[in-house]
């Protein structure tokens, strides 16, 4: 069967194209554009054409240029999801060159391969035109202050506009600091950065798996663009003295702006983050150490870890297992044994047989257990009807009951929605949209919560759409939900668990509003120190953006295992982070172990203070526990992050810096043989939080940096609540609680 094929936006992938795609998918008017054809199979076509009318006139035919050895580009930065398409399929590539018709002129063009006719498409010219009345509304121009934009432009079809560019005068050294979590850059000044939640996999760059549209501006204003639509921001990349918003209009083309103008930068995050939804408080639990690693995927394995953490005195708070589920239906374990029900039944834990030599020959035993130690238990999910080859009873009778309800998302057509990206490909999404949808899904793992006491899962995957055209059950389509899904997919499990019993979420993307079903996590990352150093950038940018409760994967989850240094280094800097965990990649079960647990880490790198030295600072984590407590409470009340970047209020300092609640600032070491580093504190007094060293602010100071120490400062006056044990000292084992016993006071 010979096939032509042209895709003018292929599968929407936000950074990507396709060889049969558009480019640009979407060019202005008079503006030359590139029309991308497969034949199949290679050889089959000795010819393609494009012919082409506009508005009905005479025909132009273009010759098609076949590319001879074509092979993908592969972007800087591209994620797995290029290694996933490395396997090709065998096809010839043409090119042919079109120009797009003046504005409101439709272009139509047609291909032909050897004489034979396929399908048509059309084009319609786009331009921007400046201060058209037709399409102003007051939302886009009115700002605190009289911060109006210098200009508006929209980009019209000459009918109706379809996004608008607003230009605003900027201050010669104006800072630019939010936009979600962000791993580039702490200022964003010199920046284009976009608006859309996507899954790089490694080394983000400007990619985010949780964008969110507030800017914090040093020049006092904060602006949230109320919308979920595409939008980009030009600080002062393009221009020096201006910085540009571009954002997609909505139905009615308009777009709204929420100006907030404060002196203050945290009082404008309040504003934003309390307007946006105060923030969820997780349990007290959520602030202890989390353990986790892909390779643990049998009850003896995580018997084995949990019994390690306490033989080397290292008081664990939260387990989490991803290699849990039978890897199809993600809510049954792997190996147990069932009759399969109808797809509109729930099974209980009661219809389960679990083999005594399976994998989990008792995972309630094994929960109960976890809790007797004061461990909590979250389990990894995602939200991805699975594809799958071959039959599994129960997965083919959910499938067909998912389909028969139209409980996923679907296309234009009525037919389901089919995953573009690398990831589970293939699969339906979700709709969580749709009330039966989501009480289905979710009833499906209740036993998981009721039965069991699962304490809350790892809401993985939630970057699942390209898609704009997807239809939800809310009547909205994927031009709308693209942005938001993540939210409403971690908030749809964390509204069912928290009904149920005290629970929390571990979510790795994001958006506008996410604050309110917490916990978040930093995605994938290489163990390098310059992962380190982005991975706390964006902790600090996602905290501007009303994200709180965040954390990542000490030392990075993934390749070559950390230096003992660079371990030690992001633990320290993770013990004073909301949320103290360590994570590893799944390595095929190989020896030796990539866990990084910190006797593997010792293990492995031979450096007997690993131990020691984690332990020390999990104690310490447990010792400030009432402070962090408090802090987190706070957070919730005000909506301040618990991490706010010492920038914000004192533009000499290291970009890394911050403070973790109200009264401790820390400066992370983020240099590999580092032994002292540069400090520059804000005005006042301070005092060194080990050895209440004072120190004058407003100047730069050199300190020493041990391994088992890090930077951290009181201002004079400052009480911190703590938990001490007999000795009196940080470091010493206690348990975790929000109940201290003594004041660290800074005189």
Known sequence: MIQVIHSPFGQEHPYEQLPEERTPRQPLAGEPFSIGMVTRP??????????????????????????????????????????????????????AQLTVPAQGATLTYTLDGDGVTYDSYTITGEAWQ?????????????????????????????????????????????????????????????????????????????????????????????????????????????????????????????????????????AIIRQFTMKTGRPALPPLWTFGLWMSANEWNSQARVEKEVRSTFEHGITPSVLVIEAWSDETTFYIWNDAQYAAKPGDQRLHYADFTFPAQGKWPNPKAMTDALHAQNIKLILWQIPAMKKIDGAHAQHDADRAYFAEQQYGVREPDGSLHAIRPFWFRGGWLWDVTNPDAVEWWLGKRAYLIEELGVDGFKTDGGEHLWSTKAVFGDGRTGVDVWNEYPRLYTQ????????????????????????????????????????????????????????????????????????????????????????FQYHAEYNAQRTPSNDRTPWNMQARTGDERVIPTFRFFTNVRHNLMPYIWREAQHSAETGEPMMRAAQLSEPKASPYAYFFGRDLLVYPVTEPDTTQVSIYLPEGEWRDLWTGTAYHGEQTTMVDVPLDRIPVFARVGTRIPVLLGESGQLGEAVPLSADGNTELRFE
Not at 167 to 185: H, K, S, V, W
Not at 497 to 522: C, D, I, K, L, Y
């Open 130 to 266: 400046a201060g058209s009345e037709q399409y102003k509304d007051a939302s886009l121009i009115t700002a605190a202050a009289g911060r109006g934009p210098k200009e508006i432009e929209w980009l019209s079809n000459g009918q109706q506009a379809r996004r608008v560019r607003l230009t605003f005068a900027a201050r010669p050294d104006e800072a630019f600091y939010g936009l979600g979590e962000r791993y580039n850059a702490l200022n964003q000044r010199g920046e284009v950065l976009d608006v859309r939640v996507y899954e790089q996999y490694k080394s983000q760059g400007k990619r985010a798996y949780m964008p969110i549209p507030f800017l914090l501006s040093s020049a006092g204003f904060g602006l949230w663009v109320e919308s979920s639509r595409w939008m980009q921001f030009d600080l002062c990349a393009s221009s020096s003295d201006e910085w540009v918003l571009e954002a997609d209009l909505d139905a009615n083309q308009q777009l709204k702006l929420h100006w907030f103008e404060e002196a203050d930068p945290l």
């Open 492 to 579: 749809a499990y964390y509204d069912y668990a928290t009904a149920r019993r005290e629970s929390v979420m571990f979510s790795r993307a994001g958006f506008t509003g996410s604050q309110t079903s917490p916990a978040h996590w930093a995605g994938d990352e290489n163990s390098t120190w310059d992962a380190y150093r982005h991975s706390i950038l964006g902790g600090l940018s996602a905290g501007i953006s009303g994200i709180s409760f965040w954390g990542w994967d000490i030392g990075g989850f993934s390749g070559e295992i950390p230096s003992a240094e660079l371990y030690l280094r992001s633990t320290a800097m993770a013990a004073f982070c909301p949320i």
């Open 42 to 95: 290679p050889g089959a076509v000795r010819q393609v054409r494009v012919v082409s009318t506009v508005d009905g006139g005479e025909a132009r035919v273009v010759e098609a240029e076949l590319i001879s050895n074509w092979q993908q580009e592969r972007e800087h930065g591209v994620g797995a999801e290029f290694l996933e398409r490395i396997v090709r399929i065998e096809q010839d590539v043409w090119r």
